[in-house]
């Protein structure tokens, strides 16, 4: 069962603020639209992704299983430049965090930094639960737009100009007033992509969080917002996992999974897999009701067939379920995957690819 989503920190903004936040965030960015501008990762297929491995040097990481979000840092011009924390959601809510200012390396604070990450909840080995922010890309740092550079270089200056300073700033602290920050913050650990063993058998077993596959990221491909063929997510066949929107049917005792083709046009796929033991978790008493939730659900035909998609969690912290490009994109993967051994093996050859593009690079 996949993890407990994480609460988001600070309190949403009103709908009409939030509007004048989306084009202040367009500005910073140099976009012409307002909507949510992260990059969003395709799946992995056997075919397409181990040629890019191949031909192209990609850094992974973790994939973290819990909530995709933004850190917006902006300047109040009305009260002197006073730092504003924000978190912004894939729903596009922005929710404004006190107690949490970013001090830039000039002595002030951020203003117009924009980070990529993921919001999750640790559980210490002593049952503490630690809400900490991973960051993974940054779009830009005090309104100097970085999304052309380099992965590399946007993950170092994530570290040096972002991170690192406000973990000194924790540091600084006392005990009780390190517990009151909303959220600790640190870069998600990054390897040549050959080094995909390490990721898998070193760091994934140290996680305090749950993690459901690997993410894959170009090196030298820019920042795209929306989906983006140069971050491919790996997840085993079985783990695959598609948000659907709910319906229940009028026998009650059977959910539609419909599929959105954009704007509230969705359209009906199949019946969830459910069995008995499932139906207190999707029809809990006084519960809301199941109608127009999104579900996540994981490719498991084996569960209750003839039903193939089977019940993970609701995802109350998204407004629609995947379009349809990706499902068909998901489901490609699913027909085309390739399970962790094979992969694993497969990155001896990504290595030799790579000293064939760097033959003077120091290859640990």
Not at 52 to 67: F, N, P, T
Not at 205 to 225: E, R
Request: aromatic share 8%.
């Amino acid at each position: 069962m996949a993890g407990d989503i994480p609460s988001i920190p600070g309190v949403e903004v009103p709908k009409y603020a939030a509007f004048g936040l989306r084009r202040v965030l367009a500005d910073v960015l140099g976009l012409g639209r307002q909507s949510f501008p992260g990059s969003q990762p395709v799946s992995f297929t056997a075919r397409q992704s181990m040629a890019q491995l191949m031909s192209e040097d990609y850094l992974v990481c973790e994939k973290s299983d819990g909530v995709r979000v933004l850190l917006v840092l902006l300047a109040d011009r009305g009260s002197g430049g006073a730092p504003l924390t924000y978190v912004v959601t894939r729903k596009n809510e922005y929710f404004l965090v006190p107690g949490a200012p970013f001090p830039s390396l000039d002595g002030g604070f951020h203003d117009g930094t924009v980070v990529d990450a993921e919001l999750v909840v640790d559980v210490e080995p002593d049952g503490r639960r630690v809400r900490r922010l991973l960051g993974f890309d940054t779009l830009a740092v005090g309104r100097t737009v970085v999304m052309a550079r380099p992965l590399t270089e946007r993950l170092d200056l994530l570290r040096t100009q972002v991170f690192e300073p406000f973990a000194q700033m924790r540091r600084a602290l006392s005990p009780a007033q390190a517990a009151e920050l909303p959220f600790e913050a640190e870069v998600k650990t990054f390897r040549p992509s050959y080094e995909a063993a390490v990721i898998q058998h070193q760091v994934i077993p140290h996680l305090l969080h749950q993690n459901d596959g690997l993410i894959f990221t170009s090196v030298d491909a820019p920042y795209v917002p929306g989906t983006c063929d140069k971050i491919i997510k790996w997840k085993p066949a079985c783990e695959n996992s598609v948000d659907f929107r709910a319906r229940l049917m009028p026998d009650g005792r059977s959910v539609m999974l419909s599929i959105w083709r954009g704007r509230d046009d969705y359209v009906d796929h199949e019946l969830l897999a459910a069995r008995d033991e499932d139906w207190p978790l999707l029809l809990p008493a006084g519960g809301p009701p199941i109608d127009g939730r999104v579900i996540e659900a994981a490719y498991d035909p084996a569960y209750a067939p003839p039903a193939r998609w089977r019940f993970l969690r609701f995802r109350d912290d998204k407004e629609h379920g995947n379009h349809s490009s990706v499902v068909t994109k998901i489901i490609e993967s699913i027909n085309d995957s390739m399970e962790l051994d094979r992969l694993l093996a497969a990155m001896g050859e990504v290595k030799l690819s790579w000293m064939r593009r760097h033959p003077h690079h120091h290859m640990a």
